[in-house]
């Protein structure tokens, strides 16, 4: 089991172009669920997501920020015309449906915007 | 929806003392308690976890308890080495669907040798 696969790791924008954030759950897993990491901060909610299914986007900005599960492929994480305030890191998790509860992180994405 | 505060946001231990912190939480349909330890520059993982229908839960130096009626719960690390120096997040949440997990601000760990 490759566990929750987030790809890149790292990834640097300019100001106002578009980033995407790739997430593979792990084998079994259908729930996700994004957070972003400020530098000395916590994990904040953003979103949770089924297959084809946005269950709960109450932690996403309302504008510039999208997110998908299509049913095949991989969990995408869409941020348009990037700003300085969005570096961070973001986290993907999953779980199953049994567990739902449980969740597990993949290694996250380092966006810096210059 | 849920707010949960962890206290204290750093902690520093001699090694071979114990670690505490603490979480409340605000939304009493939780019944899910996990924590997480995060090393710097690494991802968060579970480390233990409690579910409502128990108060206290050990794993060999590493222990959680819950108060239900008061709404918090606690992580208590014994015998503290220093590779247990990380952040430590509580978080809580319910089995409803679309409700989601929430996280505490996180408690920075320096155990000194």
């Known amino acids: 089991n490759a566990g929750v696969m987030q790809n890149p790791r790292h990834l640097v924008r300019r100001r106002g172009q578009e980033a995407r954030l790739r997430c593979s759950p792990m084998?079994?897993?259908?729930?996700v669920y994004w957070y972003r990491q400020l530098p000395e901060e916590g994990l904040k909610f953003m979103v949770y997501?089924?297959?084809?299914?946005?269950?709960?986007e109450s932690g996403m900005p309302k504008e510039r920020f999208s997110a998908e599960f299509p049913k095949e492929g991989p969990s995408i994480l869409r941020i348009q015309q990037v700003v300085r305030g969005d570096s961070a890191a973001y986290f993907c998790?999953?779980?199953?449906?049994?567990?739902?509860?449980?969740?597990?992180f993949g290694a996250g994405t380092r966006l810096s915007v210059l | 929806g849920e707010n949960v505060e962890q206290h204290p946001s750093t902690l520093s231990v001699q090694e071979g003392d114990s670690a505490v912190i603490k979480c409340t939480y605000s939304?009493?349909?939780?019944?899910?308690f996990p924590w997480y330890k995060q090393e710097l520059g690494k991802r968060p993982q579970l480390i233990i976890d409690?579910?409502?229908?128990?108060g206290e839960k050990k794993d060999q130096r590493i222990a959680v308890t819950l108060n239900k009626t008061a709404k918090h719960f606690s992580l208590h690390i014994t015998e503290t080495q220093p590779e247990d120096s990380a952040v430590y997040f509580c978080?809580?949440?319910?089995?409803?669907?679309?409700?989601?997990?929430?996280f505490g601000a996180g408690t920075r760990l320096t155990v000194k040798p």
């Open positions: 998790a999953s779980s199953t449906d049994r567990s739902k509860n449980i969740q597990y």
């Open positions: 084998k079994g897993h259908s729930h």
């Open positions: 997501l089924q297959k084809e299914n946005i269950i709960d």
């Open positions: 939304d009493s349909a939780s019944n899910y």
């Open positions: 409690i579910r409502s229908n128990v």
């Open positions: 978080a809580a949440s319910t089995s409803s669907p679309g409700q989601d997990m929430r």
